[in-house]
């Protein structure tokens, strides 16, 4: 461990203890296990995806905060997101390809009862004998092997297919579940070590997307999002549309009464990136 990782660490942990006391919200992908023990000493929430976990994140899941206040949409943004999630496991697409995807990612949620009427994210309830209606939870989301039954019907979507085939009987397959968590601790640390250096972009957009839409949940509170490693999720993929999603974060979050801090060893690694996305 060379002296730049012993003082970026060093650093970081020291802002996660000044903003724990301050009671400011904090958010941190952690893909080298690094902040494990703050977490455990300042009673914050570890969440561990890997082989060995039983905490479940769904990528499908759409939640009442991921549309940005007063406006409408959640099925749309949703799959904006979507369609830079799966460019990290299909490859970069074609225009043609996008629309393919997009079409049956539609399919899926629209099997589940949800389309871009806003109002079928919205079920009733009984609570205390009033009927309600309430934003519907991950069970009532599609999941990866909904999607993978959907490109199973037709020629067309074969490879989409077969490269999912790791997520739903292979290796990765714990990435297909409902979401098993409820967050509600104002500090969370999201453990992606087990993912390995081939697989940890998935993990990192997952829980990246899973904190931006809590960091939206309320403005008036103070709130961080620490995102150790970035540039593996965004360097190493040049995925523009994860990309854009990160550089939103870093662009936006000032609004949110929130900060983001990108955290590396060699800053040329930010500096690779391709001039838009520098923050």
């Known amino acids: 461990m060379g002296q730049a990782e012993l003082g970026k660490s060093f650093y970081t942990k020291l802002l996660i203890l000044r903003n724990r006391l301050l009671g400011i919200e904090q958010y941190i992908i952690d893909p080298e296990r ?21 905490t479940y994140i769904n990528v499908f899941d759409i939640r009442k905060e991921s549309v940005e206040e007063a406006n409408q949409g959640y099925l ?37 009862g949800i389309t871009f009427d806003d109002k079928s994210l919205f079920k009733e309830k009984i609570i205390n004998g009033q009927r309600e209606a309430i934003f519907k939870e991950s069970k ?6 909904d999607l993978y039954n959907v490109l199973g019907r037709t020629e067309e979507t074969r490879l989409f297919k077969i490269k999912l085939i790791p997520f739903i009987k292979g290796s990765l397959k714990f990435l297909n579940n409902y979401t098993s968590v409820e967050i509600n601790n104002k500090l969370i640390v999201a453990d992606i070590y087990e993912l390995g250096e081939e697989n940890i972009k998935y993990g990192m957009f997952i829980f990246i997307e ?7 949940a309320n403005r008036k509170s103070k ?5 150790d490693e970035i540039w593996r999720l965004i360097g190493v993929t040049s995925n523009k549309y994860v990309a854009s999603f990160i550089y939103k974060i870093f662009k936006t979050i000032r609004k949110y009464g929130g900060s983001a801090v990108a955290i590396t060893q060699d ?11 520098l923050w």
């Open 34 to 54: 690094e902040y494990i023990n703050i977490c455990e000493n300042l009673g914050g929430t570890l969440l561990k995806i890997g082989p060995t976990s039983n």
């Open 76 to 112: 749309a943004t949703k799959i904006g997101k979507l369609i830079g999630f799966f460019n990290l496991i299909f490859g970069e697409m074609n225009e043609e390809e996008k629309a393919i995807l997009e079409e049956k990612l539609i399919e899926c949620y629209k099997e589940k």
């Open 140 to 145: 009532d989301m599609p999941i990866l092997e």
């Open 210 to 216: 899973c904190f931006w839409d809590l960091i939206k």
């Open 223 to 227: 709130k961080a999002i620490y995102l």
């Open 267 to 277: 800053v040329s690694d930010l500096f690779s990136l391709e001039h838009r996305y």
